[in-house]
């Protein structure tokens, strides 16, 4: 079974956990590394670059010439709408889905401060906060993004901890960001496979972890009817307890200035509605209005 990854330190960690557990369960694999447009082009934000799953686009034509079976990604990057032909099979246990702050010494943040990401969601939640801080962009891989934050005189830059966390790179001088809502699905990885592949898919079935499959299913259903293809600040987390599913999804502006955020519990088995009905009542209420602004803002 050939696995199909990003060539980052990142990815590759992915793709060997996933390989490791099919190993385990008797099954022969192989990784097969593939470099991605989204870490050929780092000179733009990735929001400026205009193209749905940059990370994952160049996977899915892999995937579909047959060059490999199955691909492995980080779920955060992955369009809402796979590729024809393309199939979810398991999410594996979900890591931290926070947000933290790699800062280069002490951040008085009641200052003037320079804080670097190139997400959307991270600098609009940021600047809803601190309105009087400057964002700069940030691109690159994880080890790049670090030797950049501290080789520059920001105050710190944004990341996910579970990337961090997953190649044994996070630094003593972070602050976790527990009041900033998370991307759908971050913390989260995710294995696709052929449509038409019974038996890649069988094998990867094996590793699904339900309950990481159902909150992420929550948040990226959220992120599918409220973002209607337009790339937006756009967050939100679901846990479950016991027997029920609880979901808080946030849409900002792009100035950060706006914010919009939604919380609602139902019964864990009625968790396909949840996503869907919080993005519409959020949509009914501005975030229609909102999403059309910064679609025109975007242009």
Same mark, same amino acid.
């Given at each position: 079974?050939?696995?199909?990854?990003?060539?980052?330190?990142?990815?590759?960690?992915?793709?060997?956990?996933?390989?490791?557990?099919?190993?385990?369960?008797?099954?022969?694999?192989?990784?097969?590394?593939?470099?991605?447009?989204?870490?050929?082009?780092?000179?733009?934000?990735?929001?400026e670059l205009g193209i749905t799953?940059?990370?994952?686009?160049?996977?899915?034509?892999?995937?579909?010439?047959?060059?490999?079976?199955?691909?492995?990604?980080?779920? &955060?990057?992955?369009?809402?709408?796979?590729?024809?032909? #393309?199939?979810?099979? !398991?999410? *594996? %246990? /979900?890591?931290?889905? @926070?947000?933290?702050?790699?800062?280069?010494?002490?951040?008085?943040?009641?200052?003037?401060?320079?804080?670097?990401?190139?997400?959307?969601?991270?600098?609009?939640?940021?600047?809803?906060?601190?309105?009087?801080?400057?964002?700069?962009?940030?691109?690159?891989?994880?080890?790049?993004?670090?030797? &950049?934050?501290?080789?520059?005189?920001?105050?710190?830059? #944004?990341?996910?901890? !579970?990337? *961090? %966390? /997953?190649?044994?790179? @996070?630094?003593?001088?972070?602050?976790?960001?527990?009041?900033?809502?998370?991307?759908?699905?971050?913390?989260?990885?995710?294995?696709?496979?052929?449509?038409?592949?019974?038996?890649?898919?069988?094998?990867?079935?094996?590793?699904?972890?339900?309950?990481?499959?159902?909150?992420?299913?929550?948040?990226?259903?959220?992120?599918?009817?409220?973002?209607?293809?337009?790339?937006?600040?756009?967050?939100?987390?679901?846990?479950?307890?016991?027997?029920?599913?609880?979901?808080?999804?946030v849409l900002f502006s792009l100035?950060?200035?706006?914010?919009?955020?939604?919380?609602?519990?139902?019964?864990?088995?009625?968790?396909?509605?949840?996503?869907?009905?919080?993005?519409?009542?959020?949509?009914?209420?501005?975030?229609?209005?909102?999403?059309?602004?910064?679609?025109?803002?975007?242009?």
């Amino acid at each position: 079974m050939r696995i199909g990854t990003r060539d980052s330190s990142l990815a590759l960690w992915q793709a060997n956990k996933v390989k490791v557990q099919l190993d385990e369960l008797g099954y022969e694999t192989e990784i097969v590394p593939i470099k991605s447009q989204g870490d050929l082009t780092l000179d733009k934000p990735l929001y400026e670059l205009g193209i749905t799953g940059i990370f994952t686009k160049t996977l899915d034509i892999a995937m579909l010439n047959g060059t490999v079976d199955v691909a492995v990604h980080s779920m &955060k990057d992955v369009p809402t709408a796979l590729p024809n032909g #393309i199939v979810q099979r !398991a999410v *594996l %246990e /979900r890591a931290s889905s @926070l947000d933290i702050l790699v800062t280069n010494g002490s951040t008085q943040f009641d200052e003037p401060c320079t804080i670097a990401t190139g997400s959307l969601r991270r600098k609009a939640q940021w600047l809803h906060r601190y309105p009087h801080h400057a964002i700069v962009g940030l691109r690159g891989n994880v080890n790049s993004r670090l030797q &950049k934050t501290a080789q520059s005189d920001w105050q710190g830059a #944004i990341f996910a901890k !579970a990337g *961090l %966390e /997953r190649i044994n790179v @996070l630094p003593q001088n972070y602050i976790d960001l527990n009041w900033m809502t998370p991307a759908p699905a971050q913390g989260a990885m995710v294995v696709v496979a052929m449509e038409n592949d019974v038996f890649c898919q069988e094998a990867i079935s094996k590793l699904n972890h339900r309950e990481s499959e159902i909150c992420t299913y929550v948040e990226r259903d959220f992120l599918r009817v409220l973002e209607g293809g337009c790339t937006a600040p756009i967050g939100a987390i679901s846990k479950i307890n016991n027997d029920t599913i609880y979901l808080k999804g946030v849409l900002f502006s792009l100035d950060g200035v706006t914010k919009l955020e939604i919380e609602q519990s139902i019964p864990l088995v009625d968790y396909k509605t949840l996503g869907k009905k919080c993005a519409l009542k959020m949509l009914a209420n501005g975030g229609k209005k909102l999403m059309q602004q910064i679609k025109a803002e975007s242009k």
